[in-house]
Nanobody
Framework: HVQLVESGGGSVQAGGSLRLSCVVS????????VGWFRQGVGKEREGVAA????????YLTDSVMGRFTIARDNDKTTVFLQMNNLKPEDTARYYC????????????????????WGQGTQVTVS
């Protein structure tokens, strides 16, 4: 049984930082894809970042490049999304997703075809 649990969301002022965590159980992170998606009120879901843990290859959407980073911890159980210089437009509910196959990017967009999803954590930037 695969379970993803996100944490680390909250309310911050513009320019601040947050670190989101996604603890994954039931799926080895030695070779897996973990992605972060977000959805704001009245907006479509957007792929923000992803990592293919077997190679360390990462993806970041253009709007967060230079501000967000994605990384896996050494114990291979948690993936972090470090978010710096947050902007009001980053306000959304952030979801962690995972799967055993490499993530897919089409036309610059991260595909949401991950089989496992968490419940999300809210990020509010004012």
């Amino acid at each position: 049984h695969v379970q993803l649990v996100e944490s680390g969301g909250g309310s911050v002022q513009a320019g601040g930082s947050l670190r989101l965590s996604c603890v994954v159980s039931g799926l080895s992170l030695g070779s897996a894809s973990v992605g972060w998606f977000r959805q704001g009120v009245g907006k479509e879901r957007e792929g923000v970042a992803a990592i293919w843990t077997a190679s360390g290859n990462t993806y970041l959407t253009d709007s967060v490049m230079g501000r967000f980073t994605i990384a896996r911890d050494n114990d291979k159980t948690t993936v972090f999304l470090q978010m710096n210089n947050l902007k009001p437009e980053d306000t959304a509910r952030y979801y962690c997703a995972a799967g055993p196959d490499p993530y897919t990017v089409i036309a610059g967009n991260l595909r949401a075809d991950f089989p496992y999803w968490g419940q999300g954590t809210q990020v509010t930037v004012s």
